[in-house]
């Protein structure tokens, strides 16, 4: 991977990691208040105002195919939730639209461009932004030299970001000459997400954001998405805890073996019988 490519993501994401996050566990009973069953559907894209379009995609890594005919769109400012059993290829789909896995096939649009093929550091000049699930902070880096590595194609650093990203993770200011590998896992994906927003992407990729943090931790971070979903910014996001991501998202995937399997609002995913047994521990 080039230093540009490291640069714009934090870490060298370039094997497949699907297997390694944590699903729900399939023993677990169902909280109280759960919606009624109801049928999920399995039309994968929406209409005209897609900022993002996934069609018929193959990727995967080297010779190695994960995802087969995957469709996938994201609006405008919705919120897109991406769930599935362990190997279903939900990082694998990160890694596609941001050029980190060999494109076998298929097209990816954002904003009416392919940019299938193009390397991270274009793409994150297209309007997007990725976190990784792992190794996203550069650990020897203070915290503002972090944020500051999000804006590395700028002329300049520019500060009113620098601020607003502050203002939107006030624990990091407090921390901002302390080196990013001695903070906690909560206050490292603050920073890894402060670092991608300092270019004000259109579409903001998450991989995984609540893994590995404290359970106390994981509404905190929950509720600090939607707010930079409802600022503007369209999310797409693969989260281990499914049925906390379905319900606060606009839409999920449900992927499977590297396939579109089911698509729909998150709370008709939530509800629907065959999604909650199969995918959602009941």
Do not use: W
């Amino acid at each position: 991977m080039s230093d540009d490519e490291t640069a714009a993501t934090g870490t060298d994401p370039t094997e497949p990691d699907d297997a390694e996050s944590a699903e729900p566990d399939p023993t677990a009973a169902p909280s109280d208040g759960e919606p009624t069953a109801t049928s999920a559907g399995t039309a994968h894209t929406v209409d005209d105002d897609a900022i993002l379009r996934l069609r018929d995609v193959d990727a995967g890594y080297g010779d190695l195919q994960i995802l087969s005919d995957v469709d996938l769109d994201v609006a405008n400012g919705e919120y897109v939730t991406v769930v599935g059993p362990n190997g279903a290829g939900k990082s694998t789909v990160m890694k596609t639209v941001f050029g980190l896995t060999t494109h076998m096939g298929g097209t990816v649009e954002f904003q009416g461009e392919q940019i299938q093929g193009l390397p991270p550091e274009q793409i994150i000049r297209e309007g997007i932004g990725f976190v990784p699930q792992t190794d996203n902070v550069f650990p020897g880096l203070s915290v503002r030299e972090n944020l500051e590595m999000g804006a590395y194609i700028l002329d300049s650093v520019p500060e009113d970001q620098i601020e607003a990203i502050y203002d939107r993770f006030p624990i990091l200011r407090e921390r901002s000459d302390q080196k990013a590998g001695t903070l906690s896992g909560g206050q490292r994906q603050m920073v890894a997400m402060g670092r991608a927003l300092m270019l004000d992407p259109d579409l903001l990729l998450l991989d995984e954001p609540s893994a590995g943090l404290a359970p106390d931790l994981v509404s905190d971070m929950f509720d600090r998405i939607d707010r930079i979903n409802e600022s503007g910014t369209a999310i797409l996001m693969v989260e281990q805890n499914a049925k906390e991501a379905l319900r606060r998202c606009d839409r999920g995937y449900v992927l499977v073996n590297g396939e579109n399997r089911y698509t729909d609002a998150g709370d008709v995913l939530l509800a629907d019988d065959d999604v909650r047994q199969d995918f959602l521990g009941g």
